[in-house]
């Protein structure tokens, strides 16, 4: 597809609610080109009050049945006319994610946007075999279990993978006959904002996918606090998160939270080190460095650990940094100002904590002033109690340790707040299924970067997060069960006052 076939970018992001984009309220906020730091478009702020339209639109929609009552064949027609229709605009979709993101364009092409159909296609699979729990309790009693929409889902998307994530939300919450506001989060809304128009175009009633903009505190407050939002589905950072659990407290909602990680990646002696090599240099630098299961922190057995920090640190230092829409770019800006200053400030914070910087840790040269650009960034760090492997980065910065034996490594994987994701490279079998048992993380992952399966759970332990995405926590979250008991024979059951008759 040519540029010339693109529907205008809309200038103002606007909220949608029940089929219709609403005018601009008073609140206007820019939305900033990470690459050129350049205002590409406004987004209008949704108050309270808009954002209670947005839940009555999707509650009324709920009620009518107009999506929940359709039929898994109905559903399921909707889904893949979806996978088409995002197919058909995917050049589209990638230019707006990159401009808003700064993700590299031939990324968001290759890998990260697929994740749309993939979500798509897997439920529409999903619905189409699904079939409910029923059985027999010694030939009295028939049991089955029936599953009704949990109602009106507030899904609140991060700006690291702004539209792989809240389709991945939004597809789940459809797929169980719910209906949903969307909340993007107010950096990253221009490709959110486009798929609403692929969902409806696709055949999704008005009013089951809503949209609202803005700020955390004012916009997504409001949401999560609203009394006809009955679960919420969150990915992002821990401390927001803890904040939405405990504003959904009140009102006994239901909490999926996907929050952060300070992820281990230990490396053996006994791994295929070319295999390990490619593999952390994936796991720290895709995605700009923010990735919520980056392998922040890589641990080395000490025979091994001068020879990869070498390699390493030369890959690290021929990875292509610069404009994320040039095709060859491996490396774009960070997402915002604020968060580019605080990825900085670990620089000198490792130094600070007695850590050697191997490279990085700078402006790349040649990039002009212009751009939230930082290079591939190493440290060797004496203590695993430092800073920077403590806390989660969140950028293209690495923190290299060295161990001895394999227990060291596993108390230093587990030696953190957070447990998403722990990576190990190992050809010994014994060591595979040790880590698998002993690491305190909600996905181990063995000779292999991430790898997602919505076939099976994702989520973390401690402070990565509440709940798992893939189908069987999806199931659970986005439903009410209800169990029905029917008696095939007279039960035994006592007669009270027929002695008085």
Request: net charge neutral; aromatic share 8%.
């Amino acid at each position: 597809m040519t540029t010339s076939s693109f529907t205008p970018m809309r200038t103002t992001i606007t909220s949608y609610i029940d089929g219709q984009w609403q005018p601009a309220g008073a609140l206007l906020l820019p939305v900033i080109n990470p690459a050129t730091e350049e205002v590409v478009a406004q987004l209008g702020e949704a108050d309270a009050r808009e954002t209670a339209a947005a839940v009555a639109a999707a509650q009324a929609s709920w009620k009518s049945g107009i999506w929940a009552r359709k039929s898994a064949a109905e559903k399921r027609r909707v889904f893949q006319r979806i996978v088409a229709l995002t197919l058909e605009h995917i050049e589209e979709l990638a230019q707006l994610e990159c401009l808003n993101s700064g993700l590299p364009l031939n990324y968001l092409r290759a890998r990260q946007l697929p994740r749309i159909t993939r979500n798509f296609d897997f439920f529409a699979d999903w619905l189409s075999q699904n079939v409910e729990k029923a059985g027999m309790t010694d030939q009295d009693y028939l049991r089955f279990v029936l599953r009704e929409p949990a109602g009106v889902a507030a899904l609140i998307a991060p700006w690291n993978a702004p539209l792989a994530l809240a389709s991945t939300k939004i597809a789940a919450a459809l797929a169980f006959g719910n209906s949903c506001v969307i909340k993007p989060a107010e950096t990253t809304p221009l490709a959110v904002a486009r798929f609403m128009d692929i969902l409806s175009e696709a055949g999704v009633p008005p009013g089951v996918v809503n949209m609202v903009n803005g700020r955390g505190h004012v916009t997504g407050d409001a949401l999560v606090r609203d009394p006809g939002v009955r679960v919420v589905s969150f990915t992002g950072g821990t401390q927001t998160g803890r904040a939405i659990a405990a504003a959904a407290a009140p009102g006994l909602k239901r909490v999926d939270l996907e929050l952060g990680g300070k992820s281990a990646n230990i490396i053996t002696e006994t791994a295929n080190l070319d295999d390990a090599l490619d593999g952390a240099l994936t796991s720290i630098y895709t995605n700009n460095g923010q990735q919520c299961f980056a392998g922040s922190r890589i641990l080395l057995q000490r025979s091994i650990a001068d020879a990869f920090m070498r390699r390493f640190v030369e890959r690290a230092r021929a990875i292509r940094v610069g404009d994320p829409l040039d095709m060859a770019t491996e490396l774009g800006p960070l997402s915002n100002a604020a968060h580019y200053a605080r990825v900085c400030s670990f620089i000198e914070m490792a130094r600070a904590d007695g850590g050697e910087l191997l490279c990085g840790g700078q402006r790349p040269p040649g990039l002009g002033a212009k751009g939230y650009y930082l290079e591939p960034t190493a440290v060797l760090m004496p203590s695993n109690a430092a800073r920077v492997c403590q806390q989660e980065i969140f950028g293209p910065f690495a923190a290299f340790q060295v161990f001895d034996d394999f227990d060291e490594a596993i108390a230093i994987a587990n030696d953190s707040e957070f447990g998403l994701v722990s990576y190990l490279w190992t050809n010994d079998l014994q060591q595979a299924h040790r880590a698998a048992r002993a690491i305190e993380a909600g996905v181990v992952l063995v000779n292999t970067p991430m790898i997602l399966d919505l076939r099976f759970p994702f989520g973390g332990y401690k402070s990565s997060g509440v709940g798992r995405e893939g189908i069987d926590g999806m199931r659970h979250f986005y439903t009410e069960e209800k169990t029905v008991t029917i008696a095939l024979q007279r039960p035994a059951m006592a007669r009270l006052g027929a002695g008085a008759q």
